[in-house]
């Protein structure tokens, strides 16, 4: 087999990895395929066990007019939710990013330009997990969370230590469907399903802002969430 990839500024692998977990529909907390131990990097995808506790994340790569629905939405509902947002996202959308920040959610970065983080030098790479918090704080004037989703899951070793060593968690997640393609959406009553059946103590739920499915589904997705006992925290509680 060929030696793994790495940096000439970090000797750690950088080996391209996309993040997956084992799925279930039984409640119980899924394991991950990850070949090496993601949490001595401060990475997870899970919260805490025993706490009946579900983080609810959604990622905001660009918009597409749903957003302030699902704002609405979770302020009705008292829940309180992490978005995932680029530095493209909060310059084309201040007014929604600054909305979450006073409605009192969590926001985090994304990344500038949503590249795959192995790709990129460890400049560039610390460049776009921070510019994201440097943008929001510029906005709002509130801190983002020092917490860092890699585009489309990829990772290496090497960039979990790169996020870990500038005081930045990973955050991956439990639980995820194929929700992003705007021309392929499920139905109402099957983006309820697929949710639900995917739920368990301390799920990390990635939800993504341009499915029209979530949207319609997410006001009876917590409905059925808070009647089975759970509650609904921010990743500020995970750091």
Same mark, same amino acid.
């Given at each position: ?12 692998? =950088? ?8 799925? =279930? ?26 706490? =009946? ?37 909060? =310059? ?12 009192? #959610?969590?926001?985090?970065? #994304?990344?500038?330009? #949503? ?84 739920? #368990? ?39």
């Amino acid at each position: 087999m060929p030696p793994e990839e790495t940096d000439t500024d970090n000797a750690l692998s =950088n080996t391209t990895r996309s993040w997956s977990y084992n799925a =279930n529909t039984d409640g119980l907390r899924p394991s991950h395929f990850a070949t090496f131990n993601i949490a001595q990097y401060g990475a997870y995808h899970l919260g805490q066990a025993g706490e =009946n506790t579900l983080f609810l994340t959604i990622d905001q790569g660009y918009e597409i007019g749903l957003t302030g629905t699902i704002l609405d939405i979770l302020k009705e509902k008292n829940v309180k939710a992490t978005f995932f947002v680029t530095g493209l996202y909060i =310059n084309a959308n201040p007014a929604l990013v600054r909305r979450m920040a006073e409605e009192g #959610h969590a926001v985090a970065s #994304h990344s500038v330009n #949503h590249l795959s983080s192995p790709d990129l030098t460890e400049e560039e790479l610390i460049f776009e997990i921070t510019e994201p918090s440097r943008l929001f704080r510029e906005l709002t004037g509130k801190d983002a969370l020092r917490t860092f989703r890699p585009p489309m899951g990829e990772y290496s070793e090497r960039t979990l230590d790169i996020t870990w060593n500038i005081g930045y968690t990973t955050a991956f997640w439990s639980f995820a469907y194929r929700d992003w393609i705007i021309d392929e959406q499920p139905t109402k009553e099957e983006a309820f399903n697929r949710i639900t059946s995917g739920l #368990h103590d301390g799920a990390v739920i990635l939800l993504h802002s341009v499915s029209s499915a979530n949207v319609e589904a997410l006001a009876d997705v917590i409905d059925y969430c808070i009647k089975r006992g759970y509650n609904f925290r921010t990743l500020e509680h995970l750091r």
